[in-house]
């Protein structure tokens, strides 16, 4: 019996090595809900861009540069039947000095969206502050090639806020996919 264990789970590490492992993402919605007086993002939409290819398309406004004087973070919520009954995910990123996350969590993830938008590009040097603008998005249509295959299908809630030095939240988004994983 251990041994059969051993052997499904070779052949499982050999399919995810060799790529036949997928996992494919779709986006949902997006939702603005707080901070219409520092940003603008509402005119971001979700929307079909063929049979089977959902995209995130859109612009949106920054009126003040953001600084050091606010922090980021963002939670992740998961619901295996899109019920609305989320579960609280451990993967987050923590709150941080605003420039930090831009020139972190922000810089890391960027090449999976920089050719599909105008926002800030970080390069070597430190980004600080993201100054104050109008920014859009367009045709952004994500692979899954960031996502852990250890994530499991399902949908996702992605909160992101914005808060000043007293941990009062300035600005709140929240967006929604659903994720689809498995062995080709």
Known sequence: MFCLALVLLNLLLV????????????????EQ???????NFSGLRVRKFNRTTWILDGDGEIFVDLTDE???AVSVAYSALGNNQWNEYPMKVSKSKFCS???GAYKE????FIYSTNLPSVGVDWLCPVPKGRY?????????DWIPSSVPSGYWRFTGVLSNAN????IKYIFFM???TGYL
């Open 15 to 30: 399919l995810e090595s060799n790529n036949c492992f997928t996992t494919e993402v779709q986006f949902e919605r997006f």
């Open 167 to 170: 941990d009062e939240i300035l």
């Open 70 to 72: 606010y922090q980021a």
């Open 109 to 112: 993830y960027q090449p999976y």
């Open 101 to 103: 996350f831009i020139n």
């Open 178 to 180: 659903r994720i689809k």
């Open 136 to 144: 859009w998005v367009r045709n952004f249509a994500p692979d899954g």
């Open 33 to 39: 809900q707080l901070g219409f007086h520092l940003t």
